[in-house]
């Protein structure tokens, strides 16, 4: 049976930031203002936004990840087991892996990672009081409103050269450390159900990056066996997610690489991963990357099993301009063709599992693309609402 897709309208859960908020998240690193101060000041930019989305009937209701540093910060370091380090020293960092190496290229530090040191335990919740500041932003009957994200648990693992990221005499061999970090995830997510969530997103770029031949390339000469990585990240993924309550929807994003004008990670067709990857994957949700010719086309959604969503993202965050509505519905019904024929199913039937929303998130390193403001920002988001009551008029 198809798990409902909560919206046809949605979005990725970054957005634009407020100044005031970067600013305090300067100065609580250079230990000018207390982490409560840091709190504080989150706390508001929430509640301002949460309130801006309901004003604009954007759903679903998210915390704008003005809660963290970064979209995959803030749950890896608060696990017991891991540190923090932050800038990372080229010399940790897995050149061959796509973000780096753009990074590299582009002359960025890479920011920050979390090195397993220890044995992982879970002591404590790592996003709990994130999720509250949410959550306290809206009645109690609107919680099933609200998405939370989370970082994937193949992150650094992939980002950090091969033996750094976890101290192989504590953990010896990939297995037995992403067997106890998806013990965590689970526990993470009984947690966060238990306080009222019930929609997760894990947002994870790692994946797109195996539909690279160039990456794929630079992780064979590492000596790494890539099918042999990637089935391990699908098995990670489906752990981290086993045995979640019925009643909590759990969505994966895939992204590219969020930056405005060239600057990207991974390109080439789902085609290199999809069958796999629909087939193997326990998600209710895929959120896709579709803003450009860089994402390929729709073929790779046959695969897509008729008891899964996918939300198109068709809408860039990229750039300002808004795209055209006649173009959005004439690609939306593309897919659902496709999707239709891979399923023997009508085109009616496939379109109920189907949805819009931006390609991702429009802050995702905390950083805006060049030009986005916020109210070119809510008239993107309008955009996909506009769309979707004309595609699906009689659903949310």
Same mark, same amino acid.
């Given at each position: ?36 101060? %840091? #709190?504080?000041?989150?706390? +508001?930019?929430?509640?301002?936004? @949460?309130? /801006?989305?309901? !004003?604009?009937?954007?759903?679903? *209701? ?95 693992? %992939? #980002?950090?050269?091969?033996? +750094?990221?976890?101290?192989?005499? @504590?953990? /010896?061999?990939? !297995?037995?450390?992403?067997?106890? *970090? ?118 790779? *959604? ?95």
């Amino acid at each position: 049976m198809a798990t409902k897709l909560p919206f046809h309208a949605d979005h990725i859960g970054s957005l634009i930031r407020p100044a005031y908020v970067g600013e305090a998240q300067e100065k609580a690193d250079a230990g000018e203002i207390s982490q409560q101060e %840091l #709190r504080e000041t989150q706390k +508001k930019a929430i509640a301002d936004v @949460v309130q /801006k989305q309901q !004003d604009h009937s954007v759903r679903a *209701l998210c915390s704008g990840e003005f809660d963290r540093k970064y979209y995959f910060s803030g749950f890896f370091e608060k696990l017991e087991g891991f540190k923090e380090v932050s800038p990372v020293p080229w010399e940790l960092a897995r050149l061959s892996a796509a973000p780096i190496a753009a990074l590299k290229k582009a002359g960025k530090q890479y920011p920050m990672a979390a090195i397993c040191e220890g044995k992982i335990r879970y002591a404590q919740s790592p996003y709990l009081e994130n999720w509250k500041l949410l959550r306290e932003c809206v009645p109690r009957e609107q919680w099933k409103e609200c998405k939370f994200t989370m970082p994937p648990p193949c992150y650094f693992h %992939l #980002r950090l050269a091969k033996g +750094k990221c976890y101290n192989t005499e @504590v953990y /010896k061999n990939d !297995d037995e450390f992403f067997g106890d *970090l998806a013990a965590a995830y689970r526990q993470e997510i009984k947690t966060l159900h238990g306080e009222g969530l019930r929609n997760l997103q894990i947002d994870d770029p790692t994946l797109a990056y195996f539909c690279s031949d160039d990456m794929l390339s630079g992780l064979r000469d590492d000596g790494e066996d890539t099918e042999k990585m990637f089935d391990a990240y699908l098995k990670a993924h489906n752990d981290c997610i086993a045995d979640r309550p019925d009643d909590m929807h759990v969505g994966l994003h895939i992204c590219r690489g969020n930056f405005s004008k060239s600057m990207h990670f991974s390109e080439g067709s789902y085609e290199h991963i999809a069958e796999r990857f629909f087939k193997t994957l326990n998600y209710d949700t895929f959120y896709l990357e579709y803003d450009n010719l860089r994402s390929g086309g729709f073929e790779p *959604l046959r695969f897509l099993p008729q008891h899964k969503n996918v939300v198109l993202g068709v809408v860039t965050t990229k750039d300002p301009q808004l795209e055209d509505e006649e173009m959005i519905k004439s690609r939306v019904r593309q897919a659902a063709e496709i999707i239709a024929k891979g399923q023997g199913r009508s085109v009616e039937q496939a379109m109920e599992n189907i949805g819009i929303s931006p390609q991702c998130g429009f802050a995702s390193v905390a950083v805006g693309a060049e030009g986005m403001t916020e109210e070119k920002m809510f008239a993107k988001l309008k955009l996909v609402k506009d769309v979707a009551r004309e595609l699906w008029p009689d659903r949310p």
